[in-house]
Each structure stands twice: as C-alpha cells, then as structure tokens.
C-alpha cells in the first residue's frame, strides 16, 4: 500500500492585507491541507482553496470528503495508472468536491513523484519545466489610496500586465481607471474583473461603458453561466470575455455555442477539480482554439503555485497570462521555505526557484496548523 495515511486540516495562514473584490474580503488563507504519507517514511502535500462563492465548497465539507475517500484511496491508488482511474470512477464525487480533491491529488502527486525520485512533470510524461513564468499584476477592490498605492509598487516592480477588481459603483471604479491612466497604463494591458456583478447585459454594458476604458477582456460581468448574455455583451463592447464561475468543468464547453469563439477561460485547479482533469480541459480546450489564463484563488500557497506551473507549461500557446504566485508578497509566511513567487517583473524563474526533481520539489517546513 503506497498511501498509508492522509492527515486533512484546514491551514490558516494571515494575510499582510485585506484583499477585497465583489464577492468576499478576505485577510485569512481559506484553504484545505493534506499530508499523504507512505509506511517508508515519505510524505506528499497539498492544498485546495474551497469556496462558496465558485464551487459552493466550504472548509468543513471538504474535510468530510476527503476523510470518507480516505480509506478507499488507501486501497485503490498505487500510481498514476490507478489514481487516474480513480479519477475517473469518482467523476460526480469531484464535480462536487473539486477544491477538495485537489488538495487530494496534489498530495498524492507529490508523494508519488518523491517516493519515483522525479517530477510531477516526468511522473506524467509531461517535459520538465524551464525558461521563466510571468505574472499579472491583480489589485483588489480597495479604497483610493490603497488602490494607487498598490499600483505604484506594482510598476516599480516592472509588472506589464494588471488585473483590476470592479466594485460596480461608478465612483470607486472610474478612480481606478483614472490612476491607471494617470500612470500610463494601456487599456489592452488590463483585465477587468466583476465577479458576477451586473444581473444582465444591458445593465453591464451601460456600466462599463461609462467608464471609457477599453479592457483588454472582461471577466465574470454577469451571474455565471449566462453564455448568451455574455455573447451579447461581447458583440456589443467589442471584446473578450473571461470564463471563471462559468466554467467549471470540460463538460460545459458543449454549452458555450457560439460564445466558444471569443471567450477566455480562467483554469484555476482548485475549481478543476486537480492537474489531471486540468490538462484534461487544456486539450479539450486547444481542439477548440480557446485561449486560457492560468488563474489563482487568493490565499493559495507555494504548493498550488507550484502544481498551476505544471499547467501553465503544458498550455504553450494558448496561455494568455497567468495569475498568483503571491507567496509571502500577501502570506505572512508560507509552507514552503523558499517560497515559490514571483520576482521582479513578476516573474518566477525555474532555474532560480530552488526545486528539486522530486514531486513537487518544495521544501515543505509548514503545514499541518489547523
């Protein structure tokens, strides 16, 4: 039995800033931990982000989840072959649990790759990663002043690329967009994100409009799942929009209809439902010819950071951006020493970051508080 045990907690790790947008405000780490350990002494970490607001997970069913599949996972899954089959046979379990099972998985990724002494990446025939990963810049929905004053730490730093949280009051946004400008920020190099704000399209396009900021895309302006308001929406301010709660699952792009065309999709694994259904959307995704962006729940540690790379290195050219890799830049501390984030430019480098070839190749010093 190569799993002989999983430990699930909840983590919480405290923020050195609220970060507020539409749907919450947060200054804690909402996320579900698991330690998978092996009778040789090997462990495996990972994490998911449950949230009520995308998934409808909360901290205390992901743990009841994970601890009744524990023991079948004990007896079913022994390497990749057999946790994709399990995969596979849960399918339902996991459309209802996914930041759960992430967390899971990860777990399980890892400890497999380090008891193989190699990558995720070689442990799913995948190539190892290299070259450098550059991030977007994404600023929460906050006051004037912190607003700004994020921006200039952002720019000073050499991001090129921003992600703005919307409040819909008209007010608060338009000073957003004047600090954007007043910095020389382009429009096309800002996505805009809503989080489900406006009820419909007419209402979003009236909104938006009176902002006279051409974001480069749109992202979630209308309850999630309104694909033909979306389309309109897109036709009528002519651009891009960006699928997050709206997108849940690979089986949803049959749903899409013409809306296929000219949306962006926000992978995120903890709303996935792990890397394997992951890079299971990835190809459904390129035989459509729909770009992505590698996204992040706020709050998510090295271990997610880590485990999106593998994704983000598979998507080649469809990734348009890619969000997180925040590490103690927003956590007062991290699970991983070092951290796995972004430097100047917000770029994270492989060859600086300090992992090793096995699992996920993180110095794990932090994990089981709850």
């Given at each position: 039995?190569?799993?002989?045990?999983?430990?699930?907690?909840?983590?919480?790790?405290?923020?050195?800033?609220?970060?507020?947008?539409?749907?919450?405000?947060?200054?804690?780490?909402?996320?579900?931990?698991?330690?998978?350990?092996?009778?040789?002494?090997?462990?495996?970490?990972?994490?998911?982000?449950?949230?009520?607001?995308?998934?409808?997970?909360?901290?205390?069913?992901?743990?009841?989840?994970?601890?009744?599949?524990?023991?079948d996972l004990r007896r079913s899954v022994s390497d990749v072959q057999t946790l994709r089959a399990w995969v596979a046979a849960h399918a339902a379990e996991i459309d209802r649990n996914p930041a759960a099972w992430t967390?899971?998985?990860?777990?399980?990724?890892?400890?497999?790759?380090?008891?193989?002494?190699?990558?995720?990446?070689?442990?799913?025939?995948?190539?190892?990663?290299?070259?450098?990963f550059r991030y977007t810049a994404v600023i929460g929905d906050s006051g004037r002043e912190a607003f700004a004053a994020q921006l200039k730490q952002y720019l000073k730093a050499g991001f090129g690329s921003f992600k703005?949280?919307?409040?819909?009051?008209?007010?608060?946004?338009?000073?957003?967009?004047?600090?954007?400008?007043?910095?020389?920020?382009?429009?096309?190099?800002?996505?805009?994100?809503?989080?489900?704000?406006?009820?419909?399209?007419?209402?979003?396009?009236?909104?938006?409009?009176?902002?006279?900021?051409?974001?480069?895309?749109?992202?979630?302006?209308?309850?999630?799942?309104?694909?033909?308001?979306?389309?309109?929406?897109?036709?009528?301010?002519?651009?891009?929009?960006?699928?997050?709660?709206?997108?849940?699952?690979?089986?949803?792009?049959?749903?899409?209809?013409?809306?296929?065309?000219?949306?962006?999709?926000?992978?995120?694994?903890?709303?996935?439902?792990?890397?394997?259904?992951?890079?299971?959307?990835?190809?459904?995704?390129?035989?459509?010819?729909?770009?992505?962006?590698?996204?992040?729940?706020?709050?998510?540690?090295?271990?997610?950071?880590?485990?999106?790379?593998?994704?983000?290195?598979?998507?080649?050219?469809?990734?348009?951006?890619?969000?997180?890799?925040?590490?103690?830049?927003?956590?007062?501390?991290?699970?991983?020493?070092?951290?796995?984030?972004?430097?100047?430019?917000?770029?994270?480098?492989?060859?600086?970051?300090?992992?090793?070839?096995?699992?996920?190749?993180?110095?794990?010093?932090?994990?089981?508080?709850?």
């Open positions: 039995m190569v799993i002989d045990r999983l430990a699930v907690s909840a983590l919480r790790i405290p923020f050195r800033m609220t970060f507020r947008h539409a749907s919450a405000a947060r200054d804690t780490t909402q996320t579900i931990w698991v330690q998978a350990c092996s009778d040789d002494g090997t462990s495996g970490h990972g994490e998911g982000c449950p949230r009520e607001y995308v998934t409808g997970e909360d901290l205390a069913g992901a743990q009841r989840f994970l601890e009744g599949c524990a023991g967390a899971a998985e990860s777990a399980v990724l890892d400890l497999l790759g380090r008891r193989a002494g190699c990558s995720v990446e070689a442990l799913l025939g995948l190539p190892e990663l290299q070259g450098e703005i949280k919307l409040s819909g009051d008209a007010d608060r946004d338009r000073e957003k967009i004047t600090a954007l400008a007043a910095a020389g920020v382009a429009a096309s190099n800002v996505r805009a994100d809503a989080n489900n704000l406006w009820p419909d399209a007419d209402s979003a396009a009236a909104a938006l409009e009176s902002l006279d900021f051409p974001f480069a895309a749109l992202e979630e302006p209308l309850p999630a799942g309104d694909y033909l308001g979306l389309l309109q929406l897109c036709r009528r301010l002519r651009t891009r929009v960006i699928l997050d709660e709206s997108l849940l699952r690979a089986a949803q792009l049959d749903e899409l209809g013409a809306l296929g065309a000219t949306c962006i999709v926000n992978l995120r694994l903890s709303k996935m439902g792990g890397l394997l259904r992951s890079l299971e959307l990835l190809a459904a995704l390129r035989d459509r010819g729909i770009p992505v962006i590698i996204g992040a729940h706020v709050g998510e540690s090295s271990v997610l950071t880590r485990a999106a790379l593998t994704v983000a290195s598979a998507a080649g050219d469809l990734l348009l951006a890619q969000e997180g890799a925040f590490g103690t830049h927003l956590l007062q501390h991290d699970v991983a020493d070092p951290p796995l984030m972004f430097g100047p430019g917000g770029v994270v480098s492989i060859r600086s970051a300090g992992l090793s070839r096995a699992g996920w190749g993180l110095h794990i010093v932090h994990g089981t508080q709850s």
